[in-house]
């Protein structure tokens, strides 16, 4: 069954940090890129950024509000993708989805873990 | 940045066609997914590649795109099928949403 299960979220105070797991199954993980995206509560789906595959680099992009605060990695050997959050604001509050989105392949979403940032 | 934009909300009532529409500069020269998103839900994906259906998704969903728009049509609209609605796009090196367009079945 093709799978991803996020792990890790929880409560932090502003200016902490957390780091959120993505585990993958049923699917070729690494030959994948991977993405993250969240919603805070009531809103709309916000792309946070993703990592490429080994043949492109493990390339990284991000959205400007997350740049140089959240950082993306991934695991092969484990089939797990990471998300790295430092410096977290309460806006940063949303539930952060893993995904796989790549126009030439199945799209897969994972089924979320929620952030909240509060003191 | 590249932007494409949903109208927040349309009605339909039971048994006719809805039509979501989601625009954007030269969208046709790029793919689109479509996903419904219903409360407390992750989303599903309904149509990607523009046009194609997941396995599963009923085939009263359609897609399409060209030009500046793409358009989730719903043909048949039943109650199950209120629910909101996003466009997603790739642009470069990023991946953009529209902000949603919600669907009431009256």
Known sequence: ?119 | SYEVTQSPSVSVSPGQTASITCSGDKLGDKYVCWYQQKPGQSPVVVIYQDRKRPSGIPERFSGSNSGNTATLTISGTQAMDEAEYYCQTWDSSTVVFGGGTKLTVL
């Open chain 1, 1 to 119: 069954e093709v799978q991803l299960v996020e792990s890790g979220g929880g409560l932090v105070q502003p200016g902490g940090s957390l780091k959120l797991s993505c585990a993958a199954s049923g699917f070729t993980f690494s030959g994948s890129a991977m993405h993250w995206v969240r919603q805070a509560s009531g809103k709309g789906l916000e792309w946070v950024g993703r990592i490429r595959s080994k043949p492109n680099n493990y390339a990284t992009s991000y959205a400007a509000s997350v740049k140089g605060r959240l950082t993306i990695s991934r695991d092969d050997s484990k089939n797990t993708a990471y998300l790295q959050m430092n410096s977290l604001k309460t806006e940063d509050t949303a539930v952060y989805y893993c995904c796989r989105l790549d126009p030439e392949m199945e799209v897969i979403w994972g089924q979320g873990t929620l952030v909240t940032v509060s003191s």
